[in-house]
């Protein structure tokens, strides 16, 4: 039985919630994220709170409630605070700007790398940090992970870029005889 299923989920003020079918959607303002659930689990919206209920007794009902349930959280969140994930650059020569919805990366590399911003995320440059903001959990994660994997942060000197809770484990170099 699914612990994370069984937990409500509290609306905040400022979200409204409807469902259509199998549809959920989530919305505040002008935004609105959609949670399709292909009728795997019974979703109602009772004083102030969104209830899941599990349809069938299977395993699989079970694992389909509690995800469905963290996907629905996620969208609440998500536009109510946001989410945000932050990465740090290391390197000499190493820079990143945002140039209109274009960042900007110099990476070492012969030429720069132009990362198209997708529509939904705010990427904002400081310094040797880049701050990738959305409603959007997924994409958020999928963003700061297409822009670390342009360089990779390296086990000798720390060069790259890394996100900013990421610790890495140093390889001690060659040493002569």
């Given at each position: 039985m699914s612990r994370i299923g069984k937990k409500p989920i509290a609306i905040p003020s400022g979200v409204e919630v409807s469902v259509a079918g199998t549809i959920v959607n989530?919305?505040?303002g002008n935004k609105t994220i959609p949670v399709?659930?292909?009728?795997?689990?019974?979703?109602?919206?009772?004083?102030?709170?969104?209830?899941?209920?599990?349809?069938?007794?299977?395993?699989?009902?079970?694992?389909?409630?509690?995800?469905?349930?963290?996907?629905?959280?996620?969208?609440?969140?998500g536009l109510d605070a946001g989410f945000q994930k932050s990465l740090e650059i290391n390197g000499v020569g190493y820079r990143a700007a945002v140039k209109g919805n274009v960042l900007e990366l110099q990476l070492g590399y012969s030429h720069p790398i132009n990362y198209d911003i997708p529509e939904g995320l705010d990427i904002s440059v400081e310094k040797n940090l880049i701050h990738v903001k959305g409603a959007d959990k997924q994409a958020v994660g999928q963003a700061a992970a297409i822009i670390r994997g342009f360089r990779k942060p390296e086990p000798y000197k720390g060069k790259g870029v890394k996100y900013t809770d990421e610790h890495i484990v140093r390889k001690a170099g060659k040493t002569a005889k």
């Open positions: 989530v919305k505040k399709e659930t292909h009728g795997r689990v019974e979703v109602k919206v009772e004083n102030n709170e969104i209830v899941l209920e599990r349809v069938g007794e299977s395993k699989e009902s079970s694992a389909f409630w509690g995800t469905y349930r963290a996907l629905i959280n996620n969208a609440v969140v």
